[in-house]
């Protein structure tokens, strides 16, 4: 059994990239920090791929939560196929000089440190399973 967790997995192509693991057979660990829209999606996924999904909130920002979410999933499945670090997103289009200081650190921390986070947590476990495991970091142009 292959293990993927997704981030940002409730809308967009982490939603369309969990949909795509399930068809596969796979069981897809859906991680968002949209708690509604996260579980919305699993009940409608749910109708097709009964027991196939875990669904977890997490905030990636906060690297004690994302710490938790690791030993939780370690506790319950011992191993981790890929992670897809999908979680992004997109802040005002303008040139620098005109953004907001606030919105500027709001996207560097979902969009690097979120990232980083998800890293800094799961790839100690990672080399120490016996399954191989990937990591895809993936990053818009914004």
Not at 113 to 135: D, E, N, R, T, V
Request: glycine share 6%; with cysteine; aromatic share 6%.
């Amino acid at each position: 059994m292959t293990h993927v967790l997704i981030t940002g997995a409730a809308s967009g192509i982490g939603l369309a990239l969990s949909t795509v693991c399930l068809q596969k057979g796979h069981t897809v660990i859906m991680v968002d920090n949209n708690e509604i829209k996260l579980l919305s999606e699993i009940e409608r996924l749910n109708s097709q791929f009964s027991g196939a999904i875990l669904a977890h909130v997490c905030d990636i920002t906060q690297p004690d939560a994302v710490q938790q979410l690791a030993s939780t999933l370690y506790n319950k499945l011992s191993y981790i196929n890929w992670i897809f670090n999908n979680a992004g997103i997109i802040g005002n289009v303008a040139p620098i000089w005109q953004q907001n200081l606030e919105q500027i650190k709001k996207v560097i921390d979902v969009n690097v440190f979120g990232m980083i986070h998800m890293i800094q947590s799961f790839m100690p476990l990672l080399l120490q399973q016996q399954s191989p495991a990937h990591i895809i970091n993936m990053a818009s142009l914004y």
